[in-house]
């Protein structure tokens, strides 16, 4: 597709798009008793592959259903961050001037994660904006993704909404902090956990059958072209 502007050198669109269809194997065993991590990324903007950046990562460590640890940190874009963007995270140009890199931020997310089973809410835009960072040089982290807002369409298909306010709406969670990476993780964990207990409840014995039943990695990809 040639230079993608922005300063960018060509190649991040197909990278994107490549990456868009890698999906790790899922680990074997009841859905309760996985190591999940959940977690929630802020950027500049909504256009990955047209330049927008990492801002902040936050993530919750479950262990059979139990917040046992917290990540979070702010890292700095490299590039300013839009008023548009600013109004709707509040992080700002200064908040961020001393925050590490995405290489270095990504570093020690994945020094937290390990080999945990990684969960967000709408996972397709937080693996690519990963995965662009992978791209400028940050360490590629090739964990398993799971999306919670597929489980939900799956085992809600009569709801209209199933946007995390919606979702935590319906199942009485108070996000504090909404818009801010720990807090939407730590609002995502324990909308996990109801998810799971029902996927359960349904008959799902595994995470490969709740990827089959929820067509999750087909919707991944899909929704990772529009990024």
């Known amino acids: 597709l040639g230079a993608l502007g922005n300063g960018l050198k060509p190649g991040l669109r197909e990278f994107l798009r490549a990456r868009a269809h890698f999906h790790a194997a899922l680990p074997a065993g009841p859905l309760i008793a996985q190591r999940y991590v959940v977690f929630d990324l802020e950027a500049t903007g909504l256009d990955v592959s047209g330049g927008d950046r990492l801002l902040s990562i936050g993530a919750v460590l479950l262990r059979d259903g139990e917040a046992l640890a917290r990540f979070t940190t702010l890292v700095n874009p490299g590039r300013a961050i839009p008023p548009g963007s600013i109004r709707y995270h509040g992080i700002t140009d200064a908040m961020v001037a001393d925050a590490p890199p995405a290489a270095e931020a990504l570093t020690r997310f994945q020094e937290f994660i390990g080999d945990d089973v990684l969960v967000a809410h709408n996972a397709a835009f937080d693996r690519a904006l990963i995965f662009a960072e992978e791209f400028r040089g ?84 899909a929704t990772a072209e529009h990024f």
């Open 138 to 221: 940050a360490p590629a982290i090739g964990n398993p993704f799971l999306c919670s807002v597929a489980t939900s369409r799956w085992l809600d298909p009569q709801e209209a909404d199933h946007s995390l306010d919606g979702l935590c709406g319906r199942a009485g969670i108070v996000i504090a902090g909404r818009h801010q990476a720990l807090g939407d993780a730590e609002a995502t964990a324990a909308l996990w956990v109801s998810l799971m207990a029902r996927a359960a409840a349904r008959g799902v014995d595994d995470l490969a059958e709740l990827a089959r039943r929820s067509r999750m990695t087909a919707a991944m990809a």
